[in-house]
């Protein structure tokens, strides 16, 4: 018996998005440890430290002293770091979160970005907090935030009302040049 190359690729997608949804779901509970190891495959610095003095605590209220490429995201009264990226030049709100493998987008945030899937596209399935659902992989033409621009960015699209909120993930924040966290805030450096 033999197996047709597209239920072979159909398995391999399948694979990396359950692997991908354990890798978030372990990502979340030991961030720290993650942190680590994305250093040390990648070279990339996710850093917490507190301003050296009260004049660098006072740069770091403000964003007036970014460096071109820089963008400065403050955390909100819960602690996570939300903002709004253009996608495919459209804005879309999302949050920041270094334990997803790829950039999540809820199935309305990627019509508002210009990206329209059938219902026989969302052919891989993932286990989340929530439960399993259905997900769509998709190629992002662009990622903006600020003056920090990414392309062709690999991610998902959830089936309408699985996912609540569009989640940027290592798949965009990898290609940055460093992320940094420092206190109530992280700082992406293109």
């Not at 621009?149 to 690999?154: E, L, P």
Request: charged fraction near 25%; hydrophobic fraction near 40%.
């Amino acid at each position: 018996m033999s197996i047709s190359s597209g239920t072979v690729s159909l398995f391999a997608s399948a694979a990396f998005f359950i692997a991908a949804a354990a890798g978030a779901a372990y990502g979340i509970k030991h961030k720290d440890e993650v942190k680590r190891t994305i250093t040390e495959l990648t070279g990339k610095t996710f850093s917490k430290s507190p301003p050296a003095s009260a004049e660098s605590a006072e740069a770091e209220s403000t964003d007036a002293s970014e460096a071109p490429g820089d963008v400065t995201l403050r955390a909100t009264l819960g602690g996570h770091f939300e903002t709004s990226a253009e996608i495919n030049g459209r804005d879309v709100d999302v949050m920041v979160d270094t334990g997803a493998t790829l950039v999540a987008m809820t199935y309305e945030d990627a019509e508002r970005a210009g990206i329209y899937l059938k219902p026989a596209e969302f052919t891989n399935t993932v286990s989340t907090a929530n439960g399993t659902a259905k997900v769509a992989p998709i190629q992002i033409e662009s990622i903006s935030i600020g003056d920090i621009t990414v392309r062709n960015v690999r991610g998902a699209v959830a089936e309408r009302g699985k996912l609540h909120r569009t989640l940027l993930g290592m798949t965009f924040l990898g290609r940055l040049s460093r992320v940094e966290m420092r206190k109530n805030a992280l700082v992406l450096h293109e």
